[in-house]
């Protein structure tokens, strides 16, 4: 089977890459595409060297399946040309919420991809993560309302931002002046309550995503508020979230629920260093839960600290396991 990358030379598409290059999947040809500011670079892939093609010129019908890792603006101009010739697993935010556009977490709700019109679409990274852990809770208790707060790692805005909190770190240790210019005030040494814009309603874009595409994955019905917080971590998304079900439970069955939870791996050992920072979960496919404790102000209710890779099952991981599961079903 033919693969395609649109986007090959930003961040999540050298990690879809990557991912491919270490998954199980046959690759018979692979195609990176870019602009042409990347076009005729080349990257290695099983011992191949591949070179960018600029996607102006690049003809679809190559691959039976193609990831678009290139942003929402090039996804609304080309995803929908692109999908009468291949199968799309598009990246951005753009088909989302579209009603006929499969939203998939691979291990949470694979079962909608007979849905595609050729269009699949990857969630958000911190949204993702947070189905993880709720899909088994939310079978098992019925999940009624959650309250999350997440702590975005820079990698989530792009390499420019990543570059930028490496850049402003040093001139604040060397005592130089700070200009930003990715974000809207200094991240280094400093956290920013605010991710994407603003909506009329004080939440932002970012915030939104998690409710409504929580509620697509998992279940209208759930209640979800936000707050998303961008942090001056590299890599690795952290979330602390409040979880209220609809009736009592049993909490030793919660912490077995999490133990077999796909996708994640319970570290919560109640001392010092007894859990995951985003550090710790770089460069790891998996989904980690920490800090599992009862909400000792509502009986109904549970606290949970989640940490992932947001460039890997936040994003490029995701993909290429929806590209797993596809293939299984052809």
Same mark, same amino acid.
Request: with cysteine.
């Given at each position: 089977?033919?693969?395609?990358?649109?986007?090959?030379?930003?961040?999540?598409?050298?990690?879809?890459?990557e991912?491919?290059?270490?998954?199980?999947?046959?690759?018979?040809?692979?195609?990176?595409?870019?602009?042409?500011?990347?076009?005729g670079?080349?990257?290695?892939?099983?011992?191949?060297?591949?070179?960018?093609?600029?996607l102006?010129n690049?003809?679809?019908?190559?691959?039976? !399946?193609?990831?678009?890792?290139?942003?929402?603006?090039?996804?609304?101009?080309?995803?929908?040309?692109?999908?009468?010739?291949?199968?799309?697993i598009?990246?951005?935010?753009?088909?989302?919420?579209?009603?006929?556009?499969?939203?998939?977490?691979?291990?949470?709700?694979?079962?909608?991809?007979?849905?595609?019109?050729?269009?699949?679409?990857?969630?958000n990274?911190?949204t993702m993560?947070?189905?993880?852990?709720?899909?088994?809770?939310?079978?098992?208790?019925?999940?009624?309302?959650v309250?999350?707060?997440?702590?975005?790692?820079?990698?989530?805005?792009?390499?420019?931002?990543?570059?930028?909190?490496?850049?402003?770190?040093?001139?604040y240790?060397?005592?130089?002046?700070?200009n930003?210019?990715?974000?809207?005030?200094?991240?280094?040494?400093?956290?920013?309550?605010?991710?994407?814009?603003f909506?009329k309603?004080?939440y &932002?874009?970012?915030?939104?995503?998690?409710?409504?595409?929580t509620?697509?994955?998992?279940?209208?019905?759930?209640?979800?508020?936000a707050t998303c917080?961008?942090v001056?971590?590299?890599?690795?998304?952290?979330?602390? !979230?409040?979880?209220?079900?609809?009736n009592l439970?049993?909490?030793?069955?919660?912490?077995?629920?999490?133990?077999t939870a796909?996708?994640?791996?319970? !570290?919560?050992?109640r001392k010092?260093?007894?859990?995951?920072?985003?550090?710790e979960a770089?460069?790891?496919?998996t989904?980690?839960?920490?800090?599992?404790?009862?909400?000792?102000?509502?009986?109904?209710?549970?606290?949970?600290?989640?940490?992932?890779?947001?460039?890997?099952?936040?994003?490029?991981?995701n &993909?290429?396991q929806?590209?797993?599961?596809?293939?299984?079903?052809?």
């Open positions: 089977m033919n693969f395609a990358i649109i986007g090959a030379s930003g961040n999540v598409g050298r990690k879809t890459i991912i491919l290059e270490k998954s199980k999947i046959k690759v018979d040809s692979l195609f990176l595409v870019a602009s042409s500011k990347s076009a670079k080349k990257i290695k892939f099983r011992n191949k060297e591949i070179e960018i093609e600029v102006e690049y003809d679809f019908s190559k691959a039976q !399946i193609t990831f678009f890792a290139a942003g929402s603006k090039i996804a609304k101009e080309w995803v929908p040309k692109a999908a009468k010739k291949t199968i799309i598009d990246n951005s935010s753009y088909f989302r919420m579209q009603k006929d556009v499969p939203l998939v977490v691979s291990e949470v709700n694979p079962e909608v991809l007979h849905k595609h019109n050729n269009i699949i679409s990857n969630p990274c911190s993560q947070m189905v993880l852990a709720l899909k088994p809770l939310h079978d098992e208790y019925k999940v009624k309302r309250v999350v707060s997440t702590y975005q790692a820079v990698s989530g805005a792009g390499k420019a931002s990543m570059d930028e909190l490496f850049d402003q770190t040093k001139k240790l060397d005592g130089e002046k700070i930003s210019q990715n974000f809207t005030k200094q991240i280094a040494f400093n956290l920013i309550p605010h991710i994407d814009a909506e309603d004080g &932002t874009k970012e915030e939104l995503k998690m409710t409504n595409e509620k697509k994955i998992l279940d209208d019905d759930i209640q979800v508020t917080v961008r001056p971590v590299k890599t690795g998304h952290s979330e602390s !979230i409040n979880i209220e079900f609809e439970y049993d909490f030793e069955n919660i912490i077995k629920i999490l133990k796909p996708g994640c791996k319970v !570290i919560d050992g010092d260093g007894g859990y995951i920072t985003p550090l770089e460069g790891d496919y989904t980690f839960i920490s800090r599992i404790r009862k909400d000792n102000s509502n009986i109904k209710a549970i606290n949970l600290w989640i940490v992932s890779d947001n460039l890997l099952k936040g994003a490029a991981l &993909t290429v929806i590209a797993e599961c596809l293939i299984k079903k052809m």
